[in-house]
């Protein structure tokens, strides 16, 4: 079968909140436009669209159809939806395009998390039985995933404080991130508990966004883009729902999906990791050594468009290759609760 | 241009859900207030229970009853809690363990702040005044020894029903497009306001925040008058629940004239059975008093009496 690469990548500025329409479809319009002039294709060239987003932060059913109107699917187009981060649609999108059916594929991501509050928002995302009614808060249920790894040693705050002052220095250089500047360790640990033992610094804002990509059959790529990103390696795998259950200090889905892709030798690797903690975890179930760049972009903590971040991470770690800064990447996006699903891939020049 | 309409939206549905043999004992079992946790393959005890082994995928069925005691993994705290939550006062999320399980449950843990709080800490189960068999037959959980009031008396014995229903609020603040305020004002002042496409010249109403074909927003506003023709139609005979009007009555798609889309509204004034594609007609509107942001202001359409327009002239619009 034949290679994918990535050719097009863009994102909508991540800010707290958009005065859009409550599904987002004014942030689509003009990334799309942008990544028809990166690649010189147009709305009549893309052989297959796929989307991630979620009816429950537009609060209403079928929400992602009006975006379609951002596409201008008439006459009609080849479209699907997964109720994901955007991630796993550019994993159904390089399923088509691997399997022959289409040449290019355009996948695109948004959320305006704003419109509800997020984090009860995402409740209902947990078991429905026994989990959901008692309305557990994503931010709640990331600390109790902080504080086992506290209590077993595994990190510190400080060195989640680490993560935090490194992912807002290196988002000074991302013209879209929502957070950055310079942070003092000592300051970040004076800081009082959001949802103890996380304090602000550990959790990603809430942001309203959006991100697009263009994938192309990697025999066509270079007619799209100079470098082309090709995707040498995509796995995604899933741990159960029932959270305790799980070892929640470890990611052995993301461990799984990093040994199916190989992740040896790779320069960069943006990571989706929504808390400070999931980063430590997720460096490690990869087993990346200090010589790894994580998060040049800042990665979610500066920024973290539900539904996009995901594919924003692919996204940016493909820019390292379009641009010539690197020439082997990791990408790694996260859906549902406390890292339950988890998507690795490897990119190269 | 002024800015975009947005108001709250507060949704909420009973989430009602069959239980099945494995969810269902363990409901019946909170109801009754005892806790059941089900045997894996590897035997360890699973609480709350899976209906399937997580590693093996084997169908489960051995249940094991539980202590409703239990030890703290983990925990965080919560100072303000959310809608919804198991207390309304500052409390902890922890991870319980019970005594007889291997797996651990969610839940809340009752005390005042978190420096009463730590790993490894002894808790128990305080039950719910009025069981339901729900998950929140627990309220919450509290520190072994904790003075917790008056017991609930003892439940009755009762029926299991095999439905378990949670009450779902969602609240969010649902914002229109800015062409979309444009149309919804216009209706509050009786006008009917469509907006062209820059690129293909069509008229759309409601506008859209972009053109279907084109991709491009619709910006230059058209008034449409409130005159049209039916394009097709169907007679509603089924009653549903919310419903105003008595059946039979017939909901159509008008185009009104100039417009390229139709909309769905009713056509009433006539028999139903006296409808028919490409029928004139004229918008009944509400006295001005009654209009706001809403196509509720044209109370429906009615025939105008005037001949019927071709086929050709809306075969394109269907």
Known sequence: ????????????PNVRSTPGTTNGVEMLVPIFA????????SKSDIGFWCSGSSDYLAGRAFSFISAIDAIGAFPPIHESHVEMDAAWALYEAWLKIRTGEVDTALVYGFGKSSAGQLRRVLALQLDPYTVAPLWPDSVSIAGLQARLGLD?????EKDLAEVAARSRADATRNPHAQFSGASEIADLLDAPYVADPLRAHDIAPVTDGAAVIVLAAAGRAHEFAERPAVITGIEHRVDTPVLGARDLTRSPSTEAAGQAVGTGDVEIAELHAPFTHQELILRTALGLGDDVRVNPSGGALSGNPMFAAGLARIGEAATRILTGQASKVLAHATSGPALQQNLVAVLEA | MSTPLSAPLDLAFDYTRSLGPVLGRFAAGLRERRIEGVRGSDGRVHVP???YDPVTAAALTEFVP?????TVLSWSWIPEPLEGQPLATPFAWALVRLDGADTAMLHAVHVDSPAEMRTG?????????EPAGHIRDIAYFLPVGADDGPSPAPPPKSEQSGVMVTPIQLHYQHSASPEESRYLRGLAEGKLIGQRCPKCEKVYIPPRGACPTDGVPTVDEVELPDTGIVTTFCIVNVPFLGQRIKPPYVAAYILLDGADIAFLHLVLGCGAADVRMGMRVKANWKPRDECWTSLENISHFEPTGEPDAPYESFAHHL
Do not use: H, I, N
């Not at chain 1, 990544?35 to 294709?41: A, E, N, S």
């Not at chain 2, 800490?121 to 005044?129: C, E, G, I, N, P």
């Open chain 1, 1 to 12: 079968m034949r290679d994918v690469a990535v050719v097009g990548f863009a994102q909508a």
């Open chain 1, 34 to 41: 942008q990544v028809y002039k990166q690649t010189g294709l």
């Open chain 1, 152 to 156: 077993a040693g595994l990190w510190s």
């Open chain 2, 49 to 51: 229970p899976v209906e």
């Open chain 2, 66 to 70: 539980v202590s409703d005691e239990g």
């Open chain 2, 121 to 129: 800490m002894r808790v128990r189960v305080r039950w719910a005044d």
